[in-house]
């Protein structure tokens, strides 16, 4: 890996002489400054946030309580940034993956979750990823462009009105949790990331609980501190090796920052209520999953408030991995008990339509029309 370089947090689009003010990616302050600068009234930006925010408008026409003097300025000086539904993909298990067009034509993917207790939705942060996992269908894509806060909030309002659609429900937000675990790498794109945490816990937006939501990271050594000291949501850490030689080799990140830089970062980690640090680790046959793996495994969360999923692998046709048997699954997970260590093994959702962990790379698995 290179450099980090990360974009600012506001994007323009249109012609060059008249750049056009992606609003969506504003905080509340900032829109009230562009509405100032604009000679409106500051409640005009919190009536503009909430239409933006809370229901999800993707239009100055749907803006109904502008005049429609204003909604003409706006639309001349301004822009909706917002994602359009591609394609929609059903799984068996009740798993939803949203195939989304950018604007700008790009691809990305969300996929939706729902169990008794809950409604997760996973977002994407970046159109393909930099980060070169050799287990990943998105590392294939190599990194193609950041997203801009705007069009990571997009993919909650959108999946929003999906849900109220499909469930026929009134609740302004049904989606309850939200993980960072779609498309990209967060912390490569933290600046972008962080203004979309802000925008959905904000109140005058969809309000989510920080508890509720969850970032994960290959190990952006330097950026786990910033997202400790700048962000309050909860970290998740994708570790999927017990030692440096294995996780350089399935994740290139590793050459730069070894587990033991890691997990030096992870110990800093302030562990503030419900910030119990959670480590995600693929199971792959033959790479991963021995017994010494989980031994050295659970030496290395000794000391660690810690929780591990275990994942079996999801097969991506021409990766080259296996996925762990069940039992073997459940022997590694054994070993980590044994050591005082929480670990879980989880459900894989939505893996007959590629929308499991590690798989989403636009691929077109349609089983089901969308309705
Ligand atoms: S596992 Fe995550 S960080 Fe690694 S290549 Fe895939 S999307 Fe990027």
Known sequence: MGTLKVKPSVTYCGPVQQPAVDLASLSLEALTTFFTSLGEKPFRARQVYKWLHQRG?????EMT??????????SSTAVVRTVTKDLEQRSVDGTIKYRFQTHDGRMIESVYMPSPDRKTLCVSTQVGCAMGCRFCATATLG?????????IVAQVHAVNKEVRRNEGLETLRPITNLVFMGMGEPLHNFENVKAALALLESEEGPNFSARHITVSTVGLVPMIERFALETDVKLAISLNASND????????????????DLMDAVKRFPVKQGRRVTFEYVLMNG????????????ALLKDVPAKVNLIQYNVNPGLG???????????????????????????????DIAAACGQLANVDKRPSPAP
Not at 57 to 61: P, R
Not at 143 to 151: D, F, G, I, K, Y
């Open 287 to 298: 790479v991963n999953d021995t017994d010494d793996d989980a031994h050295r495994l659970a």
């Open 321 to 351: 991995f296996d996925s762990t048997e069940d039992n073997r699954a459940e022997r590694f997970r054994k070993i980590l008990e044994s050591q005082e260590v929480a670990a879980f093994i989880r459900a894989n959702r939505g893996r």
């Open 57 to 61: 408008a993707t239009s100055f026409d």
């Open 143 to 151: 990194l193609v462009r950041h997203l801009a806060p705007s069009e």
């Open 65 to 74: 309580d502008l005049s429609k003097a204003l909604r003409e300025r706006l």
């Open 245 to 260: 030689e294995t996780r350089s080799e399935i994740m290139p990140v590793n050459k730069k920052w070894k587990i033991a």
